[in-house]
Antibody, heavy 122, light 108 residues
Framework: QAQLEQSGDEVKKPGASVKVSCKAS????????IQWVRQVPGQGLEWVGR????????NFAPKFQGRVTLTRDTSITTAFLELSSLTNDDTALYYC?????????????????WGQGTRVTV | EIVLTQSPGTLSLSPGERATLSCRAS???????LAWYQQKPGQAPRLLIHGASSRATGTPDRFSGSGSGTDFTLTISRLEPEDFAVYYC?????????FGQGTKVEIK
């Protein structure tokens, strides 16, 4: 079945960068976008950005302008989130999730598969 | 930018009771792009409802979604012990997505 497996927890110092991976299996990687969502401890879900795994085009929330890089490596069906200039406010659980993307221009089926989350502590 | 506001922040109910959760958008959104998620402590969110009212695979039929325009509702007809959790609405835009701040359903 479709699965997303994320890389392990990270501890970083302020000002550093972190790179989180999200490996997809059990479905066609090209057919879906990967969304990134974070959750600060005790708070709600916050959208970070998304990548079209086919074209590589990205969209991201304005607050992460200039700090977030979303990439993918189709040969290993893995998406990556890199966040730079980390501050204490970036301490959170980072999730990746599958999104039907381009297949859902007129109806969206939701983010139906989620990774287990990667804890980033700054 | 669309903002989703969920209410109430916390809902205190007993098992067997009916839960009604609200999600209000700052501007009209298409039903086709509105989803609901359930999140339990220590777990990733789980998709419950897509297209405002269609249950995702595995979602029990005690969960139902409704609404249109700016007002959407998630209803749990009779709360089971496993339903006590936090619920989020989500709107999918053409280039971004937004979540509501969540409603916690707790045991009274």
């Amino acid at each position: 079945q479709a699965q997303l497996e994320q890389s392990g927890d990270e501890v970083k110092k302020p000002g550093a960068s972190v790179k989180v991976s999200c490996k997809a299996s059990g479905y066609s990687f090209h057919g879906y976008y990967i969304q990134w969502v974070r959750q600060v401890p005790g708070q709600g879900l916050e959208w970070v950005g998304r990548i079209n795994t086919n074209s590589g085009s990205i969209n991201f929330a304005p607050k992460f302008q200039g700090r977030v890089t979303l990439t993918r490596d189709t040969s290993i069906t893995t998406a990556f989130l890199e966040l730079s200039s980390l501050t204490n406010d970036d301490t959170a659980l980072y999730y990746c999730a599958r999104d039907c993307g381009g297949m859902c221009r007129y109806y969206h089926y939701g983010m139906d598969v989620w990774g287990q989350g990667t804890r980033v502590t700054v | 930018e669309i903002v989703l506001t969920q209410s109430p922040g916390t809902l205190s109910l007993s098992p067997g009771e009916r839960a009604t959760l609200s999600c209000r958008a700052s501007q009209s959104v298409s039903r086709s792009f509105l989803a609901w998620y359930q999140q339990k402590p220590g777990q990733a969110p789980r998709l419950l409802i897509h297209g405002a009212s269609s249950r995702a695979t595995g979602t029990p039929d005690r969960f139902s979604g409704s609404g249109s325009g700016t007002d959407f509702t998630l209803t749990i007809s009779r709360l089971e012990p496993e339903d006590f959790a936090v619920y989020y609405c989500q709107q999918f835009g053409s280039s971004r997505t937004a979540f509501g701040q969540g409603t916690k359903v707790e045991i009274k």
